[in-house]
């Protein structure tokens, strides 16, 4: 007879959102799950109803949102029996910036202009602070950090 597969999808997963872009790619990893009277032939990854992934892989590439997800993992082996474990992924916000020094709504070169002319002792109407990257001086420094942002970089 035919004994049914047993699904695993791996320890809960917490990770960061390094790069500020609102999610973050994960591997899920069902490969710990094991058929004893056969063989695992489909891993079906599912958040709710959205399919994230199907097919002969244990392993699946997603990107998730910030927040936490719950995944479930439906393994089925080459007799049709199936079996379901789930996987709690955290995706936790990454370390915020305000870049938008002129705060027109958007981050580009005309944030790095405003705080050229703030660090230079111009005036600074939005009351932004001129000490972007945190080290304590209004500097080059956080002109080239700003400029990192804003070419997509990550906040200091």
């Known amino acids: 007879p035919n004994t049914p597969p047993n699904a695993d999808a791996g320890p809960d997963i917490t990770v960061t959102d390094t790069d500020n872009s609102g999610g973050e ?4 990893d069902g490969s ?3 058929d004893p009277g056969g063989s695992i032939t489909t891993y079906r990854w599912t958040e709710g109803v959205t399919l994230l992934s199907t097919g002969p892989l244990a392993t699946a590439n997603v990107v998730l949102s910030v ?6 993992l439906q393994v089925t082996d080459n007799g049709g029996l199936t079996d379901t474990d789930t996987v709690v ?6 370390a915020s910036c305000n870049a938008d020094f002129n705060e027109d709504g958007n981050i580009d070169q005309t944030d790095v202009d405003y705080l050229i ?3 230079s002792g111009g005036d600074n109407p939005t009351g932004a602070d001129p000490d972007f990257n945190q080290d304590g001086n209004a500097d080059q420094g956080d ?5 990192n942002v804003v ?4 906040c200091p």
């Open 32 to 34: 710990a799950s094991t």
């Open 25 to 28: 790619p994960i591997v899920l």
């Open 89 to 94: 992924v955290h995706v936790l916000p990454g």
């Open 67 to 72: 927040g936490d997800h719950t995944i479930t």
């Open 151 to 154: 070419a997509g970089g990550d």
């Open 143 to 147: 002109i080239d950090a700003l400029i």
């Open 117 to 119: 002319n703030v660090v």
